[in-house]
């Protein structure tokens, strides 16, 4: 299965709690959660992968 990550944005601003992203079988193995903005507060530093 490709990957699933929950991701937690960390800004205390920020509404956002908590979201999933589902990656597909082509997205690359170095691709991580510091490649991704907050969809809420646009940050990029504040995204924490949570591990299961
Ligand atoms: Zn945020």
């Known amino acids: 299965m490709p990957a699933t990550l929950e991701v937690k944005c960390t800004n205390d601003e920020c509404e956002l ?3 999933e992203m589902h ?3 082509d997205m690359p193995d ?4 510091s490649d991704f903005q907050c969809p809420y507060c646009t940050r990029t530093d504040t995204l924490r992968e949570i591990e299961l």
């Open 17 to 19: 709690d908590m979201f």
């Open 23 to 25: 990656y597909t079988y």
């Open 30 to 33: 170095d691709v991580g959660v």
